[in-house]
């Protein structure tokens, strides 16, 4: 009897890790769509730094915006539906555990998703296929804009790990 | 001064579609969030296959 307590109660443990594994994969996709949202809105349409193809098409002539804006839309649709996706599957994560997942961990994972969007988009979107440079200036921020990803990362993995000893007390 | 509201294209150009635009958002808006349904459910089935 004892043993068949023993092996649900280890199968509970199991499925609890689990499901905070999910939950940590779902936080941080959730914070990679939701940094390329704040990314477009922000430094696209409100500050109107660059846009998404802006490397390629001009934006002093109508076609030139008009085909950036329809770029914007269209990354926008995307990044809307990755932070969708994310948000969902923190929620189905959520849903079947019987504790609640910690909150430190996630925030921390959705902080190293939201690092990792902006890592990407320094290294793909603006020095491998030069879709767009940082303030229209060339790659002359480049630099700045990875370093300042990069901290977002390490924050992201310090408030993970943190969120981690305050909830197991053992790492 | 721009108006606050823009009751036309401020651009030229075309309509974008020739369709009204309310039939637009009325397909447009829950396709959205069939497909974020749809990629959760998708994604959640591929991360659990994954992880066993």
Known sequence: ?171 | MLPMVATRLLHAGPQATPVPHWVVLLVAVPSLWVLVGGGVLLADRLLRRVSD
Do not use: C, K
């Open chain 1, 1 to 171: 009897m004892s043993d068949t307590n023993g092996a649900s109660r280890h199968g509970d443990t199991q499925a609890a890790a689990d499901e905070r594994r999910l939950g940590l994969v779902a936080a941080g996709t959730f914070g990679f769509g939701f940094s390329g949202l704040v990314d477009v809105l922000v430094l696209h349409h409100v500050l109107q730094w660059h846009h998404l193809v802006s490397g390629i098409y001009p934006m002093d002539t109508l076609a030139g915006l008009r085909a950036n804006i329809l770029a914007d839309g269209l990354f926008s649709l995307a990044m809307l539906v990755i932070a969708g996706i994310g948000a969902g599957l923190v929620w189905r994560a959520e849903r079947r555990t019987r504790l609640p997942l910690p909150a430190r961990p996630l925030a921390g994972a959705a902080l190293i998703g939201l690092g990792a969007f902006d890592v990407f988009d320094v290294v793909v979107d603006h020095i491998l296929l030069g879709l767009h440079q940082p303030l229209s200036r060339g790659g002359q921020y480049n630099p700045h804009w990875l370093i300042v990803s990069l901290l977002f990362v390490g924050a992201g993995y310090y408030v993970y790990r943190t969120g981690t000893a305050d909830t197991t007390g053992v790492e």
